[in-house]
């Protein structure tokens, strides 16, 4: 088996399969919102393959490439052939793994079996209907700080020449028709120490730098409750014939959010990184199971992304919460737009009292937004606040009063009658400090 296979060559290869194979006609790469392009830019000839890129893990000696394959073929307008579609994309799919288990792919990389892919009908703008395989690409190579990978040598090889001129009467001197070959295995070699020293003299730079800059902190390293991503595919169950979510995976606790099958938010290749959950018209919303997330806090902060464009249908819930469960319990809090006008936007908490402390807001339209609603009872004060792009948008309070207590809260995201979209949301069952919200709001704007 080959080693140290790039990703460069995993993709070539994944071109040439599809050039030796009689059905495929084209080949593409990308996020998914690039789907239709090929690798010259040029008009996609169908039937078509295109590689949708998600996740690498790498493990002691192998690394893993997890790839989307999409294999399309165009519908006629008459959508008389969407059975030999999907039939004929799932051939091929099959036919890529036979060529990685016992093919002309056998022996550059390996992948794990069984393999699911999800078929679909009447998908993307040009209508077409096949497979999508989900494909776990397993590369053979170990971790090993003495030997350089070859992609670099190349590309060093050229800066070397010239101390290697003055290493080589040093080194060895004895050797009249070596320093041919001492050159040549010389940048290697020192292209080894010479790569080891530089992070060894300012390796405290490096290393430092990322632990003090709020840049490298996500949700989990602050420790929230739950992080739902629909920009992270692998975290999803999507059914790709109507376009809607089933399933999102905390990415904490590695629960699921569950939606009906084929009613709940929309999937769309409209969001940052080509994906977005979509409230859209009556989309039942991803719930967790009541006994997943207990106990009680004295505040909470919530973080999500939105676009509200200001023409669409209103009423969108990004999120909401009940305590023991959803119709029974009692409703702890929301955001969500309103359907009547004025059409504000609104962040609800509920108090002791068994009152609710309400604030409107006024997202920026027809662009994406930051939002981030954080909320905390001291001295006998309920405070809310709404942010926006890492800034302090409005706030209120409520004097004499204690949020309320919590017990069993079950979670329901982006469902309802608006047209709004989401690419990811997470919440903390604690209020967050100032310079935490800005390492969030850091978060989205490196990602975003």
């Given at each position: 088996?080959?080693?140290?296979?790039?990703?460069?060559?995993?993709?070539?290869l994944?071109?040439?399969?599809?050039?030796?194979?009689?059905r495929?006609?084209?080949?593409g790469?990308?996020?998914?919102v690039?789907?239709g392009?090929?690798?010259?830019?040029?008009t996609?000839?169908?039937?078509?393959?295109f590689?949708?890129p998600?996740?690498?893990?790498y493990?002691?000696?192998?690394?893993?490439?997890?790839?989307?394959?999409?294999?399309a073929?165009?519908l006629?307008?008459?959508?008389?052939?969407?059975?030999?579609?999907?039939?004929?994309?799932?051939?091929?799919?099959r036919?890529?793994?036979?060529?990685?288990?016992?093919?002309?792919?056998?022996?550059y990389?390996?992948?794990t079996l069984?393999?699911q892919?999800q078929?679909?009908?009447?998908?993307?703008?040009?209508?077409v209907a096949?497979?999508?395989?989900?494909?776990?690409?397993?590369?053979?190579?170990?971790?090993?700080?003495?030997?350089?990978?070859?992609?670099?040598?190349?590309t060093?090889?050229p800066?070397?020449?010239?101390p290697?001129?003055?290493?080589?009467p040093?080194?060895?001197?004895?050797?009249?028709?070596?320093?041919?070959n001492?050159?040549?295995v010389?940048p290697?070699?020192?292209?080894?120490?010479?790569?080891t020293?530089?992070?060894?003299?300012?390796?405290?730079t490096?290393?430092?730098t990322?632990?003090?800059?709020?840049?490298?902190?996500?949700?989990a390293s602050?420790?929230?409750?739950?992080?739902?991503?629909?920009?992270?595919?692998?975290?999803?169950t999507?059914n790709?014939?109507?376009?809607?979510?089933?399933?999102?995976?905390?990415?904490?606790?590695?629960?699921?959010?569950?939606?009906?099958?084929?009613?709940?938010?929309g999937?769309n290749?409209?969001g940052?990184?080509?994906?977005?959950?979509?409230t859209?018209?009556?989309?039942v919303?991803?719930e967790?199971?009541?006994?997943?997330?207990?106990?009680?806090?004295d505040?909470f902060?919530?973080?999500?992304?939105l676009?509200?464009?200001?023409?669409?249908?209103?009423?969108?819930?990004?999120?909401?919460?009940?305590?023991?469960?959803?119709?029974?319990?009692?409703?702890?809090?929301?955001?969500r737009d309103?359907n009547?006008?004025?059409y504000?936007?609104?962040?609800?908490v509920?108090?002791?009292?068994?009152s609710?402390?309400d604030?409107?807001?006024?997202?920026?339209?027809?662009?994406?937004?930051?939002?981030?609603?954080r909320?905390w009872t001291?001295?006998g004060?309920?405070?809310?606040?709404?942010?926006e792009?890492g800034?302090?948008l409005t706030?209120?309070?409520?004097?004499?009063?204690?949020?309320?207590?919590?017990?069993?809260?079950?979670?329901?995201?982006?469902?309802?009658?608006?047209?709004?979209?989401?690419?990811?949301?997470?919440?903390?069952?604690?209020?967050l400090?100032n310079?935490?919200m800005?390492?969030?709001?850091?978060?989205?704007n490196?990602?975003?």
């Open positions: 088996m080959e080693e140290y296979v790039s990703f460069h060559k995993v993709l070539d994944l071109q040439s399969f599809q050039e030796n194979n009689p495929l006609n084209s080949f790469y990308g996020n998914l690039d789907f392009k090929n690798v010259s830019g040029t996609v000839v169908y039937p078509f393959l590689i949708v998600l996740s690498i893990q493990d002691e000696n192998t690394t893993t490439y997890q790839v989307t394959a999409i294999f073929d165009r006629n307008e008459s959508l008389d052939n969407e059975k030999d579609c999907v039939s004929d994309m799932s051939l091929c799919a036919d890529l793994l036979s060529q990685i288990k016992r093919g002309d792919l056998f022996g990389f390996e992948t069984p393999a892919a078929p679909f009908m009447e998908r993307f703008n040009d209508n096949g497979v999508a395989l989900d494909l776990n690409i397993q590369i053979f190579e170990d971790i090993n700080a003495c030997v350089q990978y070859p992609t670099p040598t190349p060093n090889t800066n070397q020449p010239t290697s001129v003055t290493a080589s040093t080194v060895t001197p004895s050797i009249t028709s070596s320093p041919t001492t050159p040549s010389t290697t070699n020192t292209m080894t120490p010479t790569n020293q530089t992070p060894g003299l300012p390796s405290p490096p290393t430092n990322p632990s003090s800059t709020p840049v490298v902190l996500d949700p602050l420790n929230a409750l739950w992080w739902v991503d629909f920009t992270d595919a692998s975290t999803l999507i790709y014939f109507p376009g809607t979510v089933d399933n999102a995976d905390d990415k904490i606790a590695n629960v699921a959010f569950s939606a009906s099958t084929l009613f709940g938010p999937y290749a409209t940052y990184n080509g994906v977005s959950g979509d859209q018209t009556n989309a919303p991803l967790n199971q009541l006994g997943t997330y207990t106990g009680h806090k505040g902060t919530w973080f999500g992304t676009k509200d464009d200001g023409v669409s249908q209103r009423g969108g819930c990004l999120v909401e919460s009940y305590d023991g469960g959803f119709p029974s319990g009692t409703r702890v809090f929301f955001v309103t009547t006008p004025p504000t936007w609104y962040a609800r509920r108090l002791q009292s068994g609710d402390l604030l409107g807001f006024n997202p920026v339209l027809s662009a994406w937004t930051s939002i981030a609603v909320t001291q001295s004060t309920v405070n809310l606040e709404v942010w792009n800034s302090l706030s209120t309070s409520a004097a004499g009063q204690a949020l309320y207590t919590l017990s069993d809260q079950q979670f329901r995201l982006v469902f309802d009658g608006g047209i709004d979209f989401n690419t990811e949301q997470f919440y903390f069952d604690k209020k400090s310079s935490q800005t390492s969030m709001f850091t978060y989205f490196n990602k975003y």
